[in-house]
């Protein structure tokens, strides 16, 4: 069993973005700027924003955190976001998720200009990640995808199961292993709450992107030896320990990992690939 290690990934692939950088100072360009909307005084959205402002500095990147108390007015929102649509110093926009619930998250969403949306959630980007067309893919499927092409894991003509159909992991995820490309050219199958046995469809599988949110979801049982298995899952479960919580996946590591061939930890596999999607989408969206 091949652990997938996705913060060494992660590091390695910070030192290249880094070095591009470089050189685009060099030749007198501006650094890359990306800005975040955070919203209320949730402890993940914090820590999640906190993370993406580290790995900004880290590469180079210019970063802006705007922080707004969760009693704001959908409007106000909307305001904001036109206002950093409009002003060219800012490339990439995210409005970390979820929203205080008097605001429509998808209005929010269709705000952002789908040429600053480094997050991919805007319908013209899905709609032409969905085409395979050139665009900002969600950052946790693009994730995925760059881990499983640096360890050159072969997908093509493989049994693929998502579990889980949300819009921003295991719909785009299914979709892009689904597509003519590499990795990719996945036979896919997408399993949500409504599935009646799961198990049945994980048994024959030979990717398991398990996406569901429930700590410890996919058993031993539920995989075939061989199987590679990419655990998206973060839940913050009370733990005796300083932080008061720690985090958990949504596939049981120690019975899944003597089976498999290779396998996401968590932490330390499917996030710190995210972060460097947002990272790679704003480079992309500054142009380069
Ligand atoms: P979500 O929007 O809550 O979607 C969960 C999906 O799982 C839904 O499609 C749901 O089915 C399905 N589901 C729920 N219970 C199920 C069950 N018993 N059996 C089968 N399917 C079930 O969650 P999400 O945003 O996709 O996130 C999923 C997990 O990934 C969460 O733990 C989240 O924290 C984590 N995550 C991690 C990263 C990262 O960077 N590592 C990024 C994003 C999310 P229905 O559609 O039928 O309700």
């Known amino acids: 069993m091949i652990i997938l290690d996705g913060k060494a990934t992660a590091d390695k692939i910070k030192i290249e973005i880094a070095a591009k950088v470089d050189e685009i100072l060099l030749k007198g360009g501006k650094r890359p700027h990306l800005a975040a909307i955070l919203v209320g005084e949730d402890g993940a959205s914090q820590t999640y924003v906190g993370h993406k402002e580290k790995a900004c500095a880290q590469v180079g990147f210019t970063s802006t955190i705007l922080r707004f108390s969760d009693t704001i007015t959908e409007d106000f929102l909307i305001n904001e976001i036109a206002a950093i649509n409009a002003n060219p110093d800012i ?66 003509g493989k049994n693929c199961v998502v579990i889980g159909r949300s819009n921003i992991v295991g719909r785009p995820m299914a979709n892009l292993l689904s597509q003519k490309s590499k990795p990719g050219d996945c036979t896919v199958t997408i399993c949500h709450s409504r599935t009646k046995d799961i198990k049945e469809h994980t048994l024959n599988a030979d990717i398991i992107i398990a996406a569901l949110g429930i700590p410890e979801f996919l058993t031993g049982d539920m995989v075939k030896d061989g199987a590679v298995i990419i655990d998206v899952g973060i839940t913050r479960v009370k733990a005796d320990n300083k932080s008061g919580f720690r985090l958990v996946g949504d596939v049981l590591f120690r019975e899944v990992s003597p089976k498999c061939s290779y396998i996401t930890p968590v932490p330390g596999g499917v996030g710190p690939m995210t972060i460097i999607s947002l990272l790679n989408n704003t480079l992309k969206a500054a142009g380069y």
């Open 91 to 156: 490339d990439g926009l995210i409005v970390q998720l979820p929203l205080p619930k008097h605001i429509n998250e998808q209005r929010v969403i269709e705000t952002i200009d789908p040429k600053k949306d480094v997050d991919g959630f805007h319908p013209e980007n899905v709609g032409r990640m969905v085409l395979g067309l050139p665009s900002f893919v969600s950052a946790t499927p693009w994730g995925i995808m760059e881990l499983l092409k640096r360890y050159s894991i072969e997908t093509s």
